[in-house]
């Protein structure tokens, strides 16, 4: 049917619907044999219509709602088109075809579906733009013409690997009719539109065709047709139209991309090996696409692959294996003149995915970018989009299945239970002996803000606003060097080598404004630098993961870098691949292939690859510790596998499973922020902001606090257990930097404390042990004096009961507190501003309130006690207030030595003594025995003052110092030195510890006491809340018997009341015994007496301590055992270390490892 001549009101061709038809069905065929389909072409090129041509006469309107359909090109040569023809046809386009003006009409989202957003193609070659191609999307060979089509004369090339298609600015793509599903649109915006329109004069849009007076039947096929014809928008040239993702704001200005640079000759280039193994393709690549990839084939136009080695060729240290994608028993590698060994397989799931190339440099825009909170697309998605999914939902198409990872699922903890344990690490045997290391130095200063640290051997680098390479075995300076003003180092980490005997020699530091630095420490040079390699974005972590390196940048950009030729990342060249992960990055970490992606307390799991063909994003949702802070650390345990550690900013480790990423437990650690986790063998070291460090063992439940040091002065920064340091140094090495700018060494092993454990594990091999009895009293008198015992029977007999009931013990230790009247203000005055004699005796400086107490009770020792049973006094002391009293039997006077006291004050800020404590060590035999005599701070809402008091007592270096290495280690225990109290073997703690009872009134406490229900009490006590729920506590570490009696505090003098004052105080167990032995102290006894002539009521507890004597001889013996246990140890240990940092470092195999520390073992 021959056109009528007549245009319609727009100014386009009105044809016939079988003139159109005929022009579809004749598009794929030459000129000579289809000149009219020529014809019909070129007008379509030539022109810039924005709508359809129609035929002349005019039915009515099409509807809107039209369901959608893909589109079917017709093939060319009897194979179909690809994506990479488009890519090559749209690179023409640009270059010879003008972009027309957009219309200033609002667009309606396009309902032809293209391919999804990756980065534009790189310019061909003149020599290949001299001819045109077809822009038609997705050829499908089922939709050939019937008729004969001759071969096109237009040649191409096309590249190796599916490119992202461009739609050609200077046409519109050809609508053609399918009945396939419909691909998804490109992510375009209103806003991005609306730029364009502005940017471009546009014609006016004519009104509306009427096409009510068309045929019935003429309309009847045109609806029949309608859901077929769909429009694909046009593009802008000056910008790519992926260059935002759907959800970005519609408002936001996008920069205008730069031109990407020409592509490197071949034979200069790095070639990328295929995803795919040859002969082989992923079912989840598009037909279209596969057949493409034969033919290229076939034609010679892949680049050319890595030659494969021959296997007898290994070396004694063979080179790195190149990262690929590609099956274990395909992987070709990247060395051609020696055998790689190659990784352990890299578990993977592969489905469609962005394939992208290089980063444009400048990169001032993401262009490649893989959704990471897209729903579940529908079943009729074909593209190649990387999809973040349920894919062992039934209703995810089967494309997107994988049954293979069991681990794929919407959420991962809703199949067990999680654990969340409440309690605290068991601080019985800690040790507060800094573990400094044997050889080479122990602490470097580095002399500037340093903040960032990475480690690898002998080799330590920080960086900042400099960076710097230390030696860690001498403490010198290696490589120091200059960022410029205003520019720093924001993340640093040691370049794999290409093989093992190479690591540690170049380091990549990437700085604030986008640019990646590679230093080489044994030349001191900058061997490579890449500016913009994240465009102007702070690069905020760059990871190792066997022989590739990733770099991510605060906008959430990942480069990844694979090995090129000589198998290590290379910054001459441009990054394998690029994704886009969330933002607001707090922590990150290489788990096996994954990477770990925290943002607050939302963790994210990818797993990035150099070929780009696994799906990016693991689990739909985030995971979420239950009850735990935003995520600030990790570490990986080689001693538990499978399990991922990660450490809170509330002081809370959550424990995951890397196999299906469920929560197994949560444990409370400590109440501070936990800056910074590293594994090393069974223990798990944590770095805290108050400068400390600790050491865990997780071989118990609940975890053993093993160490704890102040490590730094200002908070820990960073700490790293070094995994080659046994492979490169024979030792094992924890470094830590501290915001004190110092970078300290310790011994991973912990050589001393396994020694001393040792020692003390063996301790019944050479030493002799014997029970003795102890009677401890503390009562707080109220200013009372012996004489005041006086005025009532009960009173008066109170002391002689007591010694007549005790059965003789060994030791007895009187503690007083209040002994003067601390509320009379003029003595107190006097107390604290009269100067105190230097030389003064005992007798002297002791007032007559202690010296009156004194003498009774050396009589009362004397008329009360046996008449066989000599006893001595051996210490007094004095405090204000505050008065300890210790006896002796005569028959254990002899054996005592090392006799020392002393005092803290805690009254007003520590320069009164109205509270505070008095000690009193001394040696018995081989046994070391602390007593402390304490008054804390009063007030029923003074419980965190009282902590302060406890910690202050505790951790104050009061005592002499014991200089004997080897006695230490007989005698005190916690690695200390005796100068501490928590430093000695047997301790016994007693005073007016003042806690009171909390959230309950007078009158409930008061009845409670009355209804003897004395278990409700008793969990509202501070002392024994702090016990349980704060780890800093002090007194975690020490025992108390069950009280069984009623609260001590406070009574109305003289009677059986509690306080009936104005205050009307509730009662309170502010008297207390409390011991620490580890198993060496037993309670027998644990009560009150009730003497009235205080408002307190006294407490005593008897005791059995078990002392010891040690042979010498039999200790030598014990000490070598003891040494021959630790190293082998250390042999074990370093076996397993190396044979760790070869498989999961290096990235080399099992045996390949096995081979190569045989080799290092014989020479």
């Not at 370049?495 to 990437?510: L, T």
């Not at 008329?863 to 300890?884: E, I, K, S």
């Not at 002392?1107 to 190293?1127: G, H, N, V, Y």
Request: aromatic share 6%; glycine share 6%.
């Amino acid at each position: 049917m021959e056109s009528n001549g007549q245009n319609a009101p727009d100014d386009s061709s009105l044809r016939p619907v079988s003139s159109l038809r005929s022009h579809f069905e004749s598009m794929g065929k030459t000129k000579e044999g289809a000149k009219d389909g020529v014809k019909d072409g070129q007008a379509a090129v030539n022109a810039p219509p924005s709508r359809n041509q129609s035929p002349s006469p005019k039915p009515p309107p099409i509807p809107d709602t039209r369901p959608s359909r893909s589109v079917n090109v017709p093939p060319e040569n009897g194979r179909p088109k690809t994506r990479d023809s488009l890519i090559a046809s749209s690179r023409h386009s640009i270059q010879i075809v003008a972009p027309p003006a957009l219309s200033p009409k609002p667009i309606k989202p396009p309902a032809v579906l293209i391919e999804p957003p990756q980065s534009p193609p790189k310019p061909r070659p003149l020599s290949v733009l001299q001819n045109d191609q077809s822009a038609h999307l997705f050829p499908e060979a089922s939709k050939s013409p019937n008729t004969p089509v001759a071969s096109s004369p237009r040649s191409f090339k096309i590249p190796s690997r599916p490119h992202t298609p461009v739609v050609e600015t200077g046409r519109s793509p050809r609508l053609i009719a399918t009945t396939q599903p419909p691909s998804p649109p490109p992510p375009r915006r209103s806003a991005e539109l609306k730029r364009e329109r502005e940017a471009r004069a546009s014609p006016p849009i004519p009104p509306p065709i009427n096409r009510a007076e068309k045929p019935a039947n003429r309309l009847s096929r045109l609806m029949e047709n309608a859901s077929q014809l769909e429009l694909t928008p046009q593009v802008s040239e000056a910008r790519s139209p992926f260059n935002s993702p759907p959800s970005s704001p519609e408002n936001e200005d996008l920069p205008v991309l730069p031109s990407r640079p020409a592509r490197l000759p071949p034979q200069n280039a790095m070639p990328r090996t295929s995803a795919v193994p040859k002969g082989v393709e992923s079912s989840s690549v598009h037909q279209t696409v596969a057949a493409i990839r034969r033919d290229n084939e076939i034609n010679g136009n892949t680049r050319a692959p890595i030659s494969p080695r021959l296997m007898d060729d290994r070396p004694a240290l063979p080179a790195r294996p190149q990262t690929v994608t590609e099956p274990a028993h395909t992987r070709i590698p990247a060395n051609a003149a020696a055998k790689a060994p190659p990784r352990p397989p890299r578990p993977s799931v592969t489905t469609t995915s962005a394939i992208t190339d290089g980063p444009v440099s400048p990169q001032p825009k993401r262009i490649s970018s893989t959704p990471t909170s897209q729903l579940a697309p529908p079943t009729s998605r074909t593209h190649g989009r990387s999809m973040t999914v349920d894919r062992h939902s039934e209703k995810v198409p089967a494309e997107f299945q994988d049954p293979s990872r069991s681990s794929y699922s919407s959420d991962p903890t809703s199949t067990g239970q999680v654990e969340i344990v409440s309690q605290y690490p068991d601080p019985t045997k800690i040790n507060r002996r800094p573990p400094f290391i044997k050889q080479g130095a122990h602490e470097i200063h580095t002399k500037y803000d340093a903040r960032l640290l990475d480690v690898c051997g002998q080799y330590a680098c920080t960086t900042g606003h400099l960076t710097r390479v230390w030696n860690l075995l001498d403490g010198e300076l290696v490589v120091s060097f200059a960022h410029g003003e205003g520019v720093k180092g924001t993340a640093v980490a040691f370049r794999p080598g290409a093989n093992v005997d190479e690591e540690g020699i170049r380091i990549w530091i990437g700085n604030n404004i986008g640019e990646i630095i590679e230093a080489d420490v044994t030349s001191h040079n900058i061997t490579e630098t890449k500016p913009n390699a994240h465009g102007r974005y702070e690069i905020v972590k760059i990871y190792r993961h066997y022989n590739e390196m990733w770099t991510l940048d605060e906008g959430g950009t990942l480069h990844v870098w694979g090995p090129d030729s000589d198998a290590v990342p290379n910054l001459g060249l441009n990054p394998d691949q690029t994704y886009r992960l969330p933002k607001g990055h707090t922590f990150s970490m290489v788990v096996g292939d994954d990477l770990w992606h925290a943002a607050g307390k939302e963790i994210r799991i990818f797993t990035p690859t150099t070929g780009g063909r696994n799906q990016l994003q693991v689990l739909m949702r985030p995971l979420v510790a239950e009850g735990a802070g935003d995520v600030t650390s990790g570490t990986l345990m080689k001693s538990q596998p499978g399990k991922v550690f990660l450490g809170h900013n509330d002081g809370k480790v959550s424990i995951y499973s890397q196999k299906d990423y469920a929560c197994l437990s949560v444990l409370n650690v400590s109440s501070y922020k936990i800056n910074s986790l590293a594994g090393m063998g069974n223990n798990i070291w944590a770095g805290f902001n108050s400068g400390r460090i600790c050491v865990y063992d997780m071989t118990k439940s609940p975890w053993v606090i093993k160490k704890e040091w102040q490590a730094h002065d200002n908070p820990v920064i960073k700490v790293i257990a070094d995994p080659s340091s046994f492979y490169r140094l024979d030792r094992s090495q924890v470094i830590t930097l501290g915001a004190d700018n110092m970078v300290k060494t310790w011994d991973g092993l912990l050589q001393d404390d396994f020694l001393e454990n040792e020692m003390k594990s063996l301790d019944t091999q050479y030493c002799k042990f014997e029970d003795i009895k102890v009677l401890a009293m503390t009562w707080n008198a109220g200013a009372s004096t012996p004489n005041s015992l006086r005025y009532s029977e009960s009173d008066a007999i109170f002391i002689q009961n007591l010694l007549q009931s005790s059965d003789s013990p060994d030791i007895i230790i009187f503690g007083f507190q209040e002994l003067v009247d601390l509320e009379d203000k003029t003595a107190t005055a006097k107390r604290f501003f009269k100067p105190k004699k230097k030389d003064a005796s005992d007798q002297e400086k002791m007032s007559h309130q202690y010296r009156d107490w004194r003498d009774f009770l050396v009589r009362s020792l004397d008329d009360y006690m046996p008449a066989d049973h000599l006893y001595h006094l051996l210490q007094t002391a004095t405090l204000v207030g505050l008065f300890t009293c210790i006896f002796v039997k005569s028959t254990l006077r002899d054996r005592i030595r090392n006799l020392s006291n002393s005092e803290i004050k805690r009254g007003m800020g520590g320069l009164h003594g109205n509270k505070g404590a008095i000690i009193v060590r001394f040696m018995i035999d081989d046994t070391s025995l602390c007593f402390i005599n304490c008054h804390l701070a009063a007030g029923q809402s003074g419980a965190n003052q009282r902590h302060n008091d406890i910690a202050a007592i505790m951790e104050t270096a009061l005592l002499p110092v014991e200089r004997d290495p080897s006695v230490r280690v007989d005698s005190y225990v916690g690695g200390g030195d005796g100068t501490m109290v928590l430093d000695h073997e047997l301790c016994l703690l007693n005073g007016d510890l003042n806690y009171r009872i909390d959230t309950m009134s007078r009158d409930t406490v008061v009845i409670a006491v009355k209804q003897n229900n004395l278990a409700k009490l008793l969990e509202r006590d501070q002392l024994l809340v702090a016990r349980r729920r704060n780890p800093a506590f002090k007194l975690r570490a020490f025992d108390e018997m069950r009280i069984e009696f009623p609260p001590t505090y406070k009574y109305d003098v003289g009677t059986d009341n509690y306080d009936t004052s104005e205050k009307k105080r509730s009662p309170a167990w502010c008297d207390r015994l409390l011991h620490r032995g580890f198993g060496r102290i037993q309670q027998l006894e644990y009560r009150r007496h009730e003497v009235r002539v205080s408002d307190h009521r006294p407490v005593t507890g008897q005791f059995r301590f078990t002392i010891k004597s040690i042979s010498p001889k039999k200790r030598t013996l014990a000490w070598a055992d003891c040494q021959q246990r630790f190293e082998n140890l250390k042999g074990k240990e370093a076996n397993a270390d190396m044979l760790y940092y070869l498989t999961h470092v290096i990235g080399y195999d099992s045996e390949t490892s096995k081979q190569i520390l045989r080799d290092r073992a014989g020479r």
